[in-house]
T-cell receptor, first 110, second 113 residues
C-alpha cells in the first residue's frame, strides 16, 4: 500500500469554479502535512502547510482529518493560473522522510 | 540568495557510466534530500541528510551514493548507470525537518541509454 494516495485526475474546470482534491495517507503516525504545486517541467513549490484545525490562504483552504487519515485542498474561484499539478506531501515516522503523492492535475478552462 | 542549484540540467549517459549530480544551497539549511520523479510514481526519496557528515537512505536508495562534507553541498553519485535510472532528479533543502518548507532545485533530467 502506498504511503500517500491521490486521485490523479485530470480535473478540468471552468474559471470561477470551486474544486476540491483529497489525499489519503496510510501511516497514522504521520505528523506534518503539506500541499505543493508543480508546474509543467518545473520543480515543486510549497502551496501551503496543513494544520490540524484547518487553514486558509486566500482562495485556498486545507483541512486535515486524522480519524479518516486524509487531507483536502479546496480552491475557490479558480483562475487560469491555478492550472498545475497539486502534490500531497506527508511526513512520516521519525520525521526525516517525506512521502509525496503522485499528484492531481488541474486545468482551468477559460 | 541563489536558493537551491543543481547541475547539470540535462544529461545523457550510457549504461555502466558513472556520474555525479551536483546540488548546492546557500540558505544554511540543515536538511537536504534527493528525489527522483517518474511518470505515475510521484517523487520518491532516494537519500537524505540532516546535517554535514550525516546521511541516510530513503525509499529508493539502490544504485545511488551520497555524501555531505559541507552544509552547502549534497552530491548524488550514480556508480554504474542503468536505464531504470532514467528520471528527473530533484534536490531539496529545508532549515529543519518535520515542519519546514522544502525548497527544490530546478531538477536534472537524466537519460540512460
Amino acid at each position: 500500500r502506498k504511503e500517500v494516495e491521490q486521485d490523479p485526475g485530470p480535473f478540468n474546470v471552468p474559471e470561477g469554479a470551486t474544486v476540491a482534491f483529497n489525499c489519503t495517507y496510510s501511516n497514522s503516525a504521520s505528523q506534518s502535512f503539506f500541499w505543493y504545486r508543480q508546474d509543467c517541467r518545473k520543480e515543486p513549490k510549497l502551496l501551503m502547510s496543513v494544520y490540524s484545525s484547518g487553514n486558509e490562504d486566500g482562495r485556498f483552504t486545507a483541512q486535515l482529518n486524522r480519524a479518516s487519515q486524509y487531507i483536502s485542498l479546496l480552491i475557490r474561484d479558480s483562475k487560469l493560473s491555478d492550472s498545475a499539478t497539486y502534490l500531497c506531501v506527508v511526513n512520516v515516522g521519525t520525521g526525516n522522510q517525506f512521502y509525496f503523492g503522485t499528484g492531481t492535475s488541474l486545468t482551468v478552462i477559460p | 540568495n541563489a536558493g537551491v542549484t543543481q547541475t547539470p540540467k540535462f544529461q545523457v549517459l550510457k549504461t555502466g557510466q558513472s556520474m555525479t549530480l551536483q546540488c548546492a544551497q546557500d540558505m544554511n539549511h540543515e536538511y537536504m534530500s534527493w528525489y527522483r520523479q517518474d511518470p505515475g510514481m510521484g517523487l520518491r526519496l532516494i537519500h537524505y541528510s540532516v546535517g554535514a557528515g550525516i546521511t541516510d537512505q530513503g525509499e529508493v536508495p539502490n544504485g545511488y551514493n551520497v555524501s555531505r562534507s559541507t552544509t552547502e553541498d549534497f552530491p548524488l553519485r550514480l556508480l554504474s548507470a542503468a536505464p531504470s535510472q532514467t528520471s528527473v532528479y530533484f534536490c531539496a533543502s529545508s532549515y529543519q525537518r518535520k515542519t519546514d518548507t522544502q525548497y527544490f532545485g530546478p531538477g536534472t533530467r537524466l537519460t540512460v541509454l
